[in-house]
């Protein structure tokens, strides 16, 4: 089992900065790759950015150069940093792990509203 705590979500401006953090606990020594998916109302969850156990990062083309992932292995914690954010960034936000023996493994997620 793998258990994953997100924070960092809230209101901002267009414009506007957030720093989401997800911790990972429990059998982390088998995550293959961590990342994050949001989902907007009636929408379908889709993929914003993730990061292999090799460091290979991918992300949304819609995001790209304004969102950054990261982790802190010491903290077995993954951050999205989301910069220039715009009101078609408002979901909500999970983090996910995978790994080939256990599968995904998914937050509760964290709400993120950019207002126009």
């Known amino acids: 089992q793998v258990q994953l705590v997100e924070s960092g979500g809230g209101l901002v401006q267009t414009g506007g900065s957030l720093r989401l953090s997800c911790a990972a606990s429990?059998?982390?020594?088998?995550?293959?790759?961590m990342g994050w998916y949001r989902q907007a109302p009636g929408k379908q969850r889709e993929l914003v950015a993730t990061?292999?156990?090799?460091?290979?990062?991918n992300y949304a083309d819609s995001v790209k150069g304004r969102f950054t992932i990261s982790r802190d292995n010491a903290k077995n914690t993954v951050y999205l940093q989301m910069n220039s954010l715009k009101p078609e960034d408002t979901a909500v936000y999970y983090c996910?792990?995978?790994?080939?023996?256990?599968?995904?493994?998914w937050g509760q997620g964290t709400q993120v509203t950019v207002s126009s």
């Open positions: 429990g059998s982390i020594f088998t995550i293959n790759s």
């Open positions: 990061i292999t156990s090799g460091d290979r990062i």
């Open positions: 996910n792990s995978w790994s080939i023996s256990r599968g995904n493994y």
